[in-house]
Nanobody, 124 residues
Framework: QVQLVESGGGLVQAGVSLRLSCVAS????????VGWFRQAPGKEREFVAA????????YYADSVKGRFTISRDNAKNTVYLQMNSLVPEDTAVYYC?????????????????WGQGTQVTVSS
């Protein structure tokens, strides 16, 4: 079992930055790929970014590429999502999740453990 807790969300104006954190407890965190997803009201949960177990490889959705950066500190059992130049379309609940293996990185079904989410609201 892995328990994940997200934090760092909030209400911000367009153009500013936020950094989300995902803290893990339970089984060794460093063996998992970690992904960030988001879900806006009335929409399906969508892939945002993912990072390999040791942080050497990262993957991004086209909508956030160049604005968001995913990173991890395995010594702190934490994965971060640095979000810059936020726009109203980034408004959503953001979730982190863990998985084994690189297949289906962008699909929710490939992830085993999920956090409860943190709300990000970007006003125009």
């Amino acid at each position: 079992q892995v328990q994940l807790v997200e934090s760092g969300g909030g209400l911000v104006q367009a153009g500013v930055s936020l950094r989300l954190s995902c803290v893990a407890s339970g089984r060794p965190f460093s063996s998992y790929i970690v992904g960030w997803f988001r879900q806006a009201p009335g929409k399906e949960r969508e892939f945002v970014a993912a990072i390999s177990s040791r942080g050497g490889s990262t993957y991004y959705a086209d909508s956030v590429k160049g604005r968001f950066t995913i990173s991890r500190d395995n010594a702190k059992n934490t994965v971060y999502l640095q979000m810059n130049s936020l726009v109203p379309e980034d408004t959503a609940v953001y979730y982190c999740a863990t998985k084994n293996g690189f297949s289906s990185l962008t699909a929710t079904r490939g992830y085993d453990y999920w956090g409860q989410g943190t709300q990000v609201t970007v006003s125009s």
